[in-house]
């Protein structure tokens, strides 16, 4: 149902990507009587993925968990392109009547929170106005990428550089690389996906890397799971696979972190025999563990095909600086180029930038704990979405959207009219929510939330852990407590 231009509302449901859309299906399957809107700061539905328009742009997760639970992906292609993807959201939104309920250009700068009222007061940049939104809860699911720029490092002597120098975040329209040479710095996913996209284009390109990644060629299509599909019906063969897919990246995960050695050791392997004995086994050996870092999938060995067909190369090494014809590196090597391609990775930003005061108090997140991955310690009636950075972000973000409804539910039916994360007694040992050693983790740890070592305060990068935990575990959990307005919580 549109609520029209109405500022007050049950719920509050912030970005309409993958998350938000997520969102949506819960709160109007679980709780039709909760009246709920979309705000979203950009023009269109997708977050991420309408935001990403870099050549190749692709998941670097399967699409089978990746994919809604509730709207099967019929695609046999595990690793879908980017338009396919922000298809497949726009899609389902539209579906579910969805659409109605959003309004787009709708920008959250602060939330409030007035205890004596019980509720959120939004302040919400629409057109060059300042609005405010009243609900009596709001659901962050705005991820954690700041949308207004990426992480680009400034380097000696770029203002003499004669070439271009593009990010992949803000890709522009015009950019030709027929008959160029191309220098892309860095060596993650979004480098991995970008490189053989602009070898089948550029005269030539180079993959300049500070350390290595860990890159795993897999098939971009699944072939057991294409003839699931022919075999069964549609349901059946997308939850089969889904939970063949979720099983299988949990047990790599396991093997990882219990035996690290040799998971790198295989890794290394497979890597140094995709590159056909043109590509050094050291431009391949990354300096950590797996999974202290995300995985770089690359579909059909499409990189490694670039790299041997003498289109790309690899180069590790520190830049000194760039010249007017290209990049000089600290060992003395020049590097000609005529576009460069800074994929040095994302800054983080938690709940859209949004500023939050509980009773005129303002909130610093990185003060906060995480419960259960879902809420911040001490803030009433809010929830966030996040989700695994081991696996698909959908498993976890739709793991918090059931578990947001059954706290709307409980409120509803006891009469309560706050919930909250109370922090009582040890947490254990605390560190950032994302522990992870990638720079963007690492450059964000004074920002995000923390996490302790004990329930439920830690964040499992675990979905069968999670799943007993938000979908099966008690609400009242002595951490989680509620309480009528003006009352102490219990």
């Known amino acids: 149902m549109s609520h029209g231009t109405s500022t007050d509302f049950d719920v509050v449901v912030v970005g309409a990507g993958l998350s938000g859309i997520a969102a949506a299906h819960h709160l109007r399957q679980r709780c039709p009587r909760e009246r709920f809107v979309i705000l979203e700061g950009r023009g269109a539905i997708g977050g991420t993925w309408d935001l990403f328009r870099y050549p190749g742009v692709r998941s670097d997760s399967d699409m089978f968990t990746l994919g809604y639970s509730f709207r099967p992906w019929t695609s046999d292609a595990t690793i879908a392109q980017g338009p396919d993807i922000r298809r497949y959201i726009a899609d389902t939104a539209r579906a579910e009547g969805t659409l109605e309920q959003i309004r787009f250009g709708h920008r959250v700068v602060a939330a409030h929170w007035d205890s004596a009222h019980a509720r959120w007061t939004l302040e919400v940049q629409a057109e060059g106005a300042l609005l405010h939104i009243t609900c009596r809860f709001v659901f962050f699911c705005s991820g954690y990428y700041d949308y207004a720029q990426g992480h680009a490092p400034r380097w000696p002597g770029q203002e003499t550089f004669a070439g271009r120098?593009?990010?992949?975040?803000?890709?522009?329209?015009?950019l030709a690389l027929a008959g160029r040479r191309v220098v892309v710095i860095g060596s993650g996913a979004t480098a991995v996906t970008l490189l053989p996209s602009l070898a089948a284009v550029a005269a030539h390109v180079t993959l300049l890397q500070r350390s290595p990644s860990y890159i795993l060629a897999l098939p971009a299509r699944d072939g057991f799971g294409a003839l699931l599909q022919r075999l069964l019906p549609r349901r059946w063969a997308y939850g089969l696979i889904r939970w063949k897919n979720?099983?299988?990246?949990?047990?790599?995960?396991?093997?990882?972190?219990?035996?690290?050695?040799?998971?790198?050791?295989?890794?290394?392997?497979?890597?140094?025999?995709?590159?056909?004995?043109?590509?050094?086994a050291r431009h391949l050996q990354p300096r950590y563990d797996p999974w202290d870092q995300r995985l770089c999938i690359d579909p059909d060995a499409q990189m490694f095909r670039a790299l041997r067909s003498g289109r790309a190369d690899i180069v590790t090494g520190e830049i000194a600086a760039f010249t007017a014809a290209g990049l000089r590196l600290a060992s003395g090597q020049e590097l000609p180029a005529d576009i460069v391609v800074t994929a040095t990775g994302l800054e983080l930003q938690m709940l859209g930038g949004a500023r939050l005061t509980v009773d005129g108090r303002p909130v610093q997140v990185a003060?906060?704990?995480?419960?259960?991955?879902?809420?911040?310690?001490?803030?009433?009636?809010?929830?966030?979405?996040m989700g695994y950075t081991n696996a698909s972000w959908?498993?976890?973000?739709?793991?918090?959207?059931?578990?947001?409804?059954?706290?709307?539910?409980?409120?509803?039916?006891?009469?309560?009219?706050?919930?909250?994360?109370?922090?009582?007694?040890?947490?254990?040992?605390?560190?950032?929510?994302?522990?992870?050693?990638?720079?963007?983790?690492?450059?964000?740890?004074g920002e995000l939330p923390r996490q302790g070592t004990r329930k439920p305060w830690r964040i499992h990068q675990n979905y069968l852990l999670d799943l007993f935990a938000l979908k099966f575990g008690p609400l009242r959990d002595g951490a989680l407590r509620f309480g009528r307005r003006g009352e102490p919580l219990r």
Not at 165 to 174: G, L, S
Not at 258 to 273: F, I, S, Y
Not at 430 to 445: C, E, T, V
Request: with cysteine; proline share 4%; glycine share 8%.
């Open 367 to 385: 003060d906060a704990l995480s419960y259960k991955g879902m809420m911040l310690s001490g803030v009433p009636n809010l929830a966030l979405s």
């Open 165 to 174: 120098i593009v990010h992949p975040q803000h890709w522009p329209e015009d």
């Open 246 to 280: 979720v099983l299988l990246s949990l047990a790599f995960f396991q093997l990882s972190r219990r035996r690290p050695a040799a998971v790198r050791d295989w890794l290394v392997r497979q890597a140094v025999k995709q590159g056909g004995g043109r590509v050094e």
């Open 394 to 445: 959908t498993l976890k973000a739709e793991l918090i959207a059931r578990q947001v409804c059954r706290i709307l539910n409980h409120l509803r039916a006891k009469g309560l009219d706050v919930c909250m994360a109370v922090r009582d007694g040890s947490a254990g040992e605390l560190r950032p929510a994302i522990d992870l050693r990638s720079g963007y983790a690492q450059r964000a740890a």
